[in-house]
Structure formats: structure tokens, C-alpha cells
């Protein structure tokens, strides 16, 4: 694609967890400076501020503003982007595409979200507020979702919970390897079995936890990039694309047609094929949704992913690394920091500075992908090493 | 026995519950029309998490339709044994689609 090429070229991001002594601000601007700290000398011309739901948290209206005065930011482009749970992704795209239309030369997006200080049943209320009416009337939830799909998916394909739990065994593997998650703790097949069914068939450890943070990444315009940095990661394809609200309106429920067609769209963009892929950030709010994801994607055929995590395929040093951050299911999901914290994590991986978790390969190409809701509006990126 | 009123889309022939504002091949066209035919229950599940206001177990379902591509979420209200495949018979109550068993129970 001819025009302005965009890349990232610092990251920051706060521990993933409960920070009971901070609130969303501190967060932002904690990720914010550590993001800046990294390369003190490069302009930043805006800030794109990805939050879900500071209002309901916090009380809070304008974050970004409230961001862009804590920092000292005068005379900048700044905002704020809101796609739910994937408001990262979709942040990521405000910022690649005021770069890329030469707006801006650079951009800093920071996402976050403080969550820990409202109870179990206040988060689940604040973060029901995506669905669709009627559907709330029922008592239906995104988590009680990926149970319908999850039981789906075991009849059609003849499995039970087993590759759910290689799923969360591989991604706590991973966070206990990341000081920035939220779990660092490894769990084994029979932790997953001894904890609780929240809906059937899924269980405490098929779930991502509630956690406070944030993420940062700086995007600059390559050329200008150049002079900062010597080893730029491209974004050399982003999109994003959108299912049917009402999630029984979708003909095949295990069709997650806006995660298919966002890395479709992304891929074809950067003029790159699934198989050049070697390195995935996707979002695994629960354990069945990756599985889903892979396959929507098309690293495997529909009712195979399931052996993925089991093999060690998507293990940090398997031949496809998925989640080496520890996913939503061990990193935690601060709603609005999760589609950033994907793209620190790949950054990181692609710069070789993950420490015990570094992948073993050196991919050409990788991939993250943001969704908000139950695969309703989902982004996916797509990253090249610019060196 | 029961019926569920649903919106059809004139133009495709798509069904909607709940409704609509425009379908998705762009009509703003729609019929409403009683589904008085059994479903096929796709998947289910037993939630003992459920939101404020709910009592657990709480058991979800969504149902198959052979017209108009439709397919509905709804609850298990009653001390059914209903498993995914079963039929269904699927009633609103209070804005709630509700599903009951159509074979071996009352009223086929």
C-alpha cells in the first residue's frame, strides 16, 4: 500500500491486577510515562484514550482531557474511543488512521480501565450494558454466552472440558512468566476441575478475571520513526468488522463472522496469508473463545483448534505462540487497556525483550485482535518487524 | 402448544424476535406473523452466576426454527428435563421468550 506507513515505536503498561490505591488516572498516566520514558526525545502530537466505562467506574466524563492535562499536553489532537471490550483495537485504528491520512505525524494511545473497587455483580451489570435488550430480560450475560457456545461446540465436535483446561493450564503458564499479569501463578488440569461451574459447561478457570490497568503504546509516522528508533514495529494491516447485535440472529453460532472477517480484511491489507503468521494476541475472555478464534481466524479447520492448546501447538515455544501474555484468562482484562496491552505484548515478542516467556522463532508477520462484546465488533492488526 | 409472534422481513423473508428497525438487505418492510410450529433446541445452558434480579439455576436456551431462519434465546422456566435437540414449543411471557417440551408433554 502506497502512502504514509504507521509503527509503534515505545510501549508502556502497569501491572495487570487489583491496585486498590489507584484510580483510572493514575493507571493511564503510568502507562502514558512509561510509554514516553522509553524514547524521552520523540514528539507526540496526540492522544487517543480507549476506556469503557470511566462514568459508571468512576464518575469520570473526558478522561482524555482529564490525561492530556496531567501529562501537559497543549495544542494536541485528543480523544477518546469506546467499542466496549474492544475499545483498544478500535483505539489503535483512530490512531493509525490520523497518522496514516497525515493528520498527525504521531500518536499516543493509552487504554485502561480501574474495575476492582465495584463488586462481582456491579462489574457484571456495567459490563452488560453491550447487550442487546431483550436479550438482558432473559438474564442472559457475555459469559453466559460463551457457556451456549461452548456446549455447541462440544456436541458438534465430540469434545468435553478437557481442551478448555489445556487452554487455561497454557495461559497461566504464560502469566506466570509475565510480571505484568495478573495471575503469575501456574494452575494444572486439576485446579480447573476443582473449581466451580459458573454456567454450564464453564468454570471459574475458564474465565478472565476482573482486573485494574493499563497500556500504552506511541505510533509514529515511519519515516519520522526512523530517527528515533531502529527497530520500528509496522502495522501493515488493521481493520475491523461487525456481526449481528443479537448474537441468536447469526446463522452458525460458532461462525464469529467479525473475528473472520477483520483478520481477512487486516491480512489482505498487509498482502500477507494466515500461514505467515507466528505470533497471536486474541481475546479469551473465556477459554472456548479461543479455540472459536483460531479457527474463525483460519490457523485451523473449524472443529480442530480444540488439539491446539493439548499439543503445545500454541504453547510460547510451539510452532503458533497464542496469548505468550497470559491472554485475558491469566494477563487480566481491564476493559478498555486489553486491545493496547496486545500490542505491547507482540511488540515486545518481536523485539526479542519477553524474558522467560520470548517466543523461540523470529515471526515475519503477527497478529492481535480486539473484540468488543460476544464477537460483535472485533479489530485485528496485523505486524511486521520494520528492521 | 403455544405461538410466538415474530417479525418477517417483506422483502428476504428473514424473521426477527425481537424486532427490528431495518433488516439487514435493507428493507424497513416487515409482516408480524404467529410461529405456531415447535423449535429444535441448538444449545442451552445452567447459569449459577446469574445477574441482579435473577434466581440461579438459571437455565438458557436457544431454539431452531424451520421458517424464516429464525432462531430465539429464551428461558427454561419449568422443572423440564430438556436437552440440546429436544422440541420445543416457545411462548412470550412478560417480554421473556419461555420454552416448554412439545413432544410427550401436553398439546402437541
Known amino acids: ?387 | 402448544m403455544g405461538s410466538l409472534r415474530i417479525q418477517v422481513c417483506r422483502s428476504c423473508g428473514r424473521g426477527y424476535y425481537p424486532p427490528k428497525i431495518r433488516c439487514s438487505c435493507g428493507s424497513r418492510d416487515f409482516y408480524e406473523v404467529e410461529l405456531r410450529e415447535p423449535g429444535r433446541i441448538v444449545t442451552l445452558t445452567t447459569i449459577y452466576v446469574p445477574p441482579i434480579g435473577f434466581e440461579p439455576p438459571l437455565r438458557v436456551a436457544i431454539a431452531e426454527f424451520s421458517k424464516h431462519g429464525l432462531k430465539v434465546l429464551g428461558r427454561i422456566d419449568g422443572d423440564y428435563d430438556l436437552k440440546v435437540g429436544d422440541r420445543v414449543w416457545a411462548v412470550e411471557n412478560n417480554g421473556v421468550v419461555v420454552f416448554s417440551p412439545a413432544e410427550g408433554g401436553e398439546g402437541e
Open chain 1, 1 to 387: 500500500m502506497a502512502g504514509r506507513r504507521v509503527a509503534i515505536v515505545s510501549i508502556g503498561m502497569t501491572r495487570f491486577g487489583k491496585h486498590p490505591d489507584k484510580k483510572l488516572l493514575d493507571l493511564l498516566a503510568e502507562a502514558s510515562l512509561e510509554a514516553m520514558d522509553d524514547l524521552p526525545e520523540a514528539p507526540v502530537d496526540s492522544l487517543i484514550v480507549s476506556v469503557m466505562s470511566p462514568g459508571l467506574y468512576e464518575g469520570i466524563t473526558g478522561p482524555a482531557n482529564i490525561l492530556a492535562g496531567l501529562l501537559g499536553f497543549e495544542d494536541k489532537l485528543v480523544y477518546r474511543v469506546e467499542n466496549t471490550s474492544g475499545s483498544g483495537g478500535a483505539a489503535l485504528m483512530a490512531g493509525w488512521t490520523a497518522i496514516a491520512s497525515g493528520v498527525v505525524d504521531s500518536v499516543l494511545v493509552v487504554g485502561g480501565e480501574k474495575m476492582t473497587h465495584k463488586s462481582t455483580a456491579e462489574n457484571a451489570a456495567i459490563i452488560a450494558g453491550l447487550v442487546n435488550e431483550y436479550e438482558r430480560r432473559t438474564g442472559i450475560t457475555l459469559p453466559s454466552y460463551a457457556a451456549l457456545i461452548a456446549r455447541h461446540y462440544m456436541d458438534r465436535y465430540g469434545i468435553d472440558n478437557e481442551p478448555l483446561a489445556h487452554v487455561a493450564v497454557k495461559n497461566h503458564l504464560h502469566g506466570s512468566m509475565n510480571p505484568k499479569a495478573h495471575f503469575q501463578k501456574r494452575i494444572t488440569l486439576e485446579d480447573y476441575y476443582r473449581s466451580r461451574v459458573v454456567a454450564e459447561p464453564l468454570r471459574v478457570m475458564d474465565y478472565t478475571p476482573i482486573s485494574d490497568g493499563a497500556a500504552a503504546v506511541l505510533l509514529m509516522e515511519l519515516d519520522k520513526a526512523l530517527s528515533y528508533t531502529s527497530k520500528p514495529v509496522l502495522i501493515t494491516g488493521i481493520s475491523g468488522s461487525t456481526d449481528t447485535h443479537v448474537v441468536h440472529e447469526r446463522p452458525d453460532l460458532l461462525e464469529m463472522r467479525a473475528v473472520k472477517n477483520s483478520v481477512e480484511k487486516a491480512l489482505r491489507m498487509a498482502g500477507k496469508s494466515i500461514r505467515d503468521v507466528g505470533l497471536v494476541e486474541l481475546h479469551d475472555m473465556a477459554t472456548i473463545l479461543e479455540i472459536a478464534q483460531l479457527e474463525n481466524m483460519g490457523f485451523y479447520p473449524r472443529g480442530e483448534a480444540w488439539r491446539a492448546a493439548m499439543e503445545g501447538w500454541t504453547r510460547y515455544d510451539g510452532e503458533l505462540p497464542v496469548n505468550t501474555s497470559g491472554g485475558l484468562k491469566a494477563k487480566g482484562h481491564p476493559i478498555g487497556a486489553t486491545g493496547v496491552a496486545q500490542a505491547y505484548e507482540i511488540t515486545l515478542q518481536l523485539w526479542g525483550q519477553a524474558g522467560e516467556r520470548q517466543i523461540k522463532s523470529q515471526p515475519t508477520a503477527a497478529l492481535s485482535m480486539s473484540m468488543g462484546g460476544f464477537g460483535h465488533n472485533a479489530f485485528t492488526l496485523v505486524y511486521e518487524p520494520g528492521w
